[in-house]
T-cell receptor
Framework: DGGITQSPKYLFRKEGQNVTLSCEQN?????MYWYRQDPGQGLRLIYY???????QKGDIAEGYSVSREKKESFPLTVTSAQKNPTAFYLC???????????FGDGTRLSIL | AQKITQTQPGMFVQEKEAVTLDCTYD???????LFWYKQPSSGEMIFLIY??????QNATEGRYSLNFQKARKSANLVISASQLGDSAMYFC?????????????FGTGTRLLVSP
């Protein structure tokens, strides 16, 4: 079945450590997105990519980095510069036409 | 700037009854799309229904329908015949279609609790 796979489901970060969240899709979608969700709130856009080797900052990009070397993959790195990384992270993708975004199951990141 | 407002933090409904979840939006783009997503406690976001700004009729998908009032800038989700499995967070989102980038802006959500 086509879909979006995020891993790991749970992740713990130590102080000063960078961690990378994986997002893989087999939907042949061009555009991919990373969102952050804090408790009781909606989703906020971190980064997005419309084509391979190109990505743009979203609304809350500080302390995060991404890469888009393959169409299927859009990993997110939470760097030590992100001082409040505890949140639920969701990856999404869509085709270029006016279609809804498909989401992965999310990664819950916590600080040790 | 585009904005989505969901004023109901929580809603309660009895099983088999209908419920309306409110959503108002603000945009200066005449071409936009409105989406509703369901988020169960497990966390995944499930797409429910879509309404385009130029669509002549209100969207329907099974038990879900969208009460789209363009002049009032509202796009309320109506769930008919509620089921226990409908208990979840519901998010309204909007995408402006003339920006060249398909950014979704989300509201803060409404938590729906369906009781037996």
């Amino acid at each position: 079945d086509g879909g979006i796979t995020q891993s790991p489901k749970y992740l713990f970060r130590k102080e000063g450590q960078n961690v990378t969240l994986s997002c893989e899709q087999n939907l042949n979608h061009d555009a991919m997105y990373w969102y952050r969700q804090d408790p009781g709130q909606g989703l906020r856009l971190i980064y997005y990519s419309q084509i391979v080797n190109d990505f743009q900052k979203g609304d809350i990009a500080e302390g995060y980095s991404v890469s888009r070397e393959k169409k299927e993959s859009f990993p997110l790195t939470v760097t030590s510069a992100q001082k409040n990384p505890t949140a639920f992270y969701l990856c999404a993708s869509t085709s270029k036409t006016n279609q809804p975004q498909h989401f992965g199951d999310g990664t819950r990141l916590s600080i040790l | 700037a585009q904005k989505i407002t969901q004023t109901q933090p929580g809603m309660f409904v009895q099983e088999k009854e209908a419920v309306t979840l409110d959503c108002t939006y603000d945009t200066s783009d005449p071409s936009y799309g409105l989406f509703w997503y369901k988020q169960p406690s497990s966390g995944e976001m499930i797409f429910l229904i879509y309404q385009g700004s130029y669509d002549q009729q209100n969207a329907t998908e099974g038990r879900y329908s969208l009460n789209f009032q363009k002049a009032r800038k509202s796009a309320n989700l109506v769930i008919s015949a509620s089921q226990l499995g409908d208990s979840a967070m519901y998010f309204c989102a909007m995408r402006e279609l003339n920006t060249g980038f398909q950014k979704l802006v989300f509201g803060t959500g409404t938590r729906l609790l369906v009781s037996p």
